[in-house]
């Protein structure tokens, strides 16, 4: 992508510049830090959530991996012709 990484640290920058302007607004403070306490909220949640079950999934997710891809072995091996006696 051109503008890579700049222009994405610059997006941020810009975002995070508004969310910071907008905090001196008295107009749309309370909103803005509803909507910022509501962000950490999910972000803690989340976070715990995957501690909790994230290390559960991954590894059910990883043995079902290594079994589909046997199945998919054993397919694609019966699955050649033979030729001659």
């Given amino acids: 992508m051109w503008g890579s990484p700049w222009l994405t640290i610059l997006v941020i ?3 995070v510049g508004i ?6 607004d008295a107009t749309v403070r309370m909103q803005v830090l509803l909507s910022l306490g509501v962000a950490v909220v999910i972000g803690v949640a ?4 995957q501690r909790r ?3 559960d999934r991954a590894e059910v997710a990883d043995s079902e991996m ?3 891809t046997t ?4 397919k694609i091996a019966s699955a050649r012709p033979t030729f001659g006696g």
């Avoid at 969310?19 to 001196?24: A, E, S």
């Avoid at 199945?71 to 054993?74: A, E, G, I, K």
């Fill in 71 to 74: 199945q998919t072995t054993v």
């Fill in 66 to 68: 290594q079994s589909t």
């Fill in 46 to 49: 989340a976070y715990l959530y």
């Fill in 19 to 24: 969310v910071v302007g907008m905090l001196f």
């Fill in 13 to 15: 920058a810009a975002m």
């Fill in 53 to 55: 079950v994230g290390t």
